[in-house]
């Protein structure tokens, strides 16, 4: 099964911009869903993003922030971020349906 390993997180003020990314081990195509999530500790893990075939999905609460995308001859997954707010704090995580969770990438919205 693929391994994922998340990267590109850090400390942004409120209204900054991260992107993070996500190297795949094998080849990942078109078509294979793949998912953004993010967890705050304490708190069940929260959908962020989906990208498949059909298209893109997002969180009400990333909507017209955040962007997925892949670039599949690099085999990376993308989380660009936008207008970040303190609420974004969380380790992000990137999935398919049969990887395993992976350590995240901790992204910290602060003054």
């Known amino acids: 099964q693929v391994q994922l390993v998340e990267s590109g997180g850090g400390l942004v003020q409120p209204g900054g911009s991260l992107t993070l990314t996500c190297a795949a081990s094998?080849?990942?195509?078109?078509?294979?869903?793949m998912y953004w999530w993010r967890q705050v500790p304490g708190k069940e893990r929260e959908w962020v993003a989906t990208?498949?075939?059909?298209?893109?999905r997002y969180a009400d609460s990333v909507q017209g922030r955040f962007t997925i995308w892949r670039d599949n001859v690099k085999n990376m997954l993308y989380l660009q971020m936008n207008s970040l707010k303190p609420e974004d704090t969380a380790v992000y995580y990137c999935?398919?349906?049969?990887?395993?969770w992976g350590q995240g990438t901790q992204v910290t919205v602060s003054e």
């Open positions: 999935k398919t349906n049969r990887s395993p």
């Open positions: 094998e080849t990942i195509s078109s078509a294979l869903i």
């Open positions: 990208i498949s075939g059909a298209g893109t």
